[in-house]
């Protein structure tokens, strides 16, 4: 299969076979011996910076 270009949110989509997809919620990081969706580092990034 060929990896799809683009954003976390294309790439999703592309395989879903769907038009949309949001990405922070669809892909998952190992975190604290557990899946975590990518939209929890997020937000642990942004909690940092303010």
Request: glycine content about 16%; charged content about 15%.
């Amino acid at each position: 299969m060929r990896r799809p270009p683009g954003s976390i949110h294309k790439v999703g989509a592309a395989l879903q076979g769907a038009p949309s997809c949001n990405g922070w919620t669809f892909w998952h990081v190992e975190d604290q011996g557990g899946l975590q969706p990518l939209d929890l580092l997020r937000q642990r990034h942004l909690q940092g910076l303010g």
